[in-house]
């Protein structure tokens, strides 16, 4: 069973760097593996997604540039390169995966299955 769980979170500096990463708790890596982040008050929106076959990867348009989203094959681990960050990318960082193609950050409920999260504060 797949079953994610982040790490990586911190509290960090504007401009300062994270790298978060995810496993996907099983052998098998899922065709698509995405993150996700809530911010208080805020809906959870989609980041970045990969294919992990092909490393294709698509980015929102809010971190493009700055947020860089890549798969380990080898050892089975998704990462997030957060670069630059923002008190505005404080949120609530969560790994999603799902095995259905193609990839894409909508709609979120296509993703099946979720890790607990893993929280970043940037403060300014």
């Known amino acids: 069973e797949v079953r994610p769980v982040e790490s990586g979170g911190g509290s960090v500096q504007a401009g300062e760097s994270l790298t978060l990463s995810c496993t996907p708790g099983e052998e098998y890596s899922p065709n698509c593996m995405s993150w996700f982040r809530q911010g208080p008050g805020k809906e959870r929106e989609g980041v970045a997604w990969?294919?992990?076959?092909?490393?294709?990867?698509g980015v929102a348009a809010s971190v493009e540039g700055r947020f860089t989203i890549s798969h380990d094959s080898d050892r089975n681990i998704l990462f997030l390169r957060m670069n630059s960050l923002r008190p505005e990318d404080t949120a609530m960082y969560y790994c999603a995966a799902d095995f259905r193609l193609p990839c894409s950050l909508s709609p979120k409920g296509r993703y099946n299955y979720w890790g607990q999260g893993t929280q970043v504060t940037v403060s300014s």
């Open positions: 990969i294919r992990t076959a092909t490393g294709d990867t």
